[in-house]
């Protein structure tokens, strides 16, 4: 992660590989975070960076629609794909409450 935060700092793209996990920092990009199903990965926008409990949040919430997503590749009804998110999202706010006590 040090090079996606040096990345920020200096308002460049950085693209990192964790194992089989493709992450990639875009600072144009108008979002917290976005799924990349076909790199295993995904990539981080200027809006994780509002604060820390922002980037944990988003790492959270990709790293479960990597894991659990049963529509990886689309094809999926609008619900389905909203439910998903829905589930990533309240997933990693919970877990953020339960490892940093919010």
């Known amino acids: ?3 996606i935060r040096a990345a920020q700092a200096a308002g460049t793209s950085a693209l990192v590989k964790f194992g089989e ?8 990009a108008p979002f ?5 199903f076909v790199e295993k990965g995904f990539v981080i926008g200027r809006e994780a960076f509002a604060s820390g409990a922002e980037l944990t949040k988003t790492v959270r919430h990709e790293l479960y629609r990597l894991s659990f997503s049963a ?5 999926a009804p ?6 998903e998110t829905e589930a990533a ?9 339960v490892f940093f006590g919010n």
């Open 1 to 3: 992660m040090a090079t």
């Open 21 to 28: 996990r493709t992450i990639q920092f875009e600072p144009r």
């Open 32 to 36: 917290s975070g976005m799924t990349n």
């Open 71 to 75: 529509h990886p590749l689309g094809g």
């Open 78 to 83: 609008n619900e389905a794909v909203r439910a």
């Open 89 to 97: 999202f309240n997933l990693a706010n919970r877990a953020f409450n």
